[in-house]
C-alpha cells in the first residue's frame, strides 16, 4: 500500500520506491530507502509530515503515494 494509506502515528517499513530515477534517487537522499522504518507524525489534505531516521520531513500526496510500505 502507499504511504498515504497510513494512518497517523504508525511506524511502517518501506518495502518499494515507484517513480523515475531522479525522484527515486531524491528520496532516497531524504533516508527513503527500501527496509527503513518510517513513522506518520501527522497530516493535512493528504499531505503528510513523517519521521525518517532522525529527521521529520514534509511530503506531499503524490511524492508520498510514490512510496510503497
Do not use: W
Amino acid at each position: 500500500m502507499p504511504l498515504t494509506m497510513a494512518q497517523t502515528g504508525e511506524t511502517v517499513t518501506i518495502r518499494k520506491i515507484t517513480g523515475r530515477d531522479e525522484v527515486r534517487q531524491h528520496l532516497a537522499e531524504l533516508g527513503f530507502v527500501v527496509d527503513s522504518t518510517v513513522t506518520v507524525v501527522s497530516r493535512m489534505a493528504g499531505n503528510l509530515i513523517v519521521q525518517v531516521k532522525d529527521s521529520r520531513i514534509a511530503l506531499d500526496r503524490t511524492m508520498a503515494n510514490r512510496i510503497m510500505v
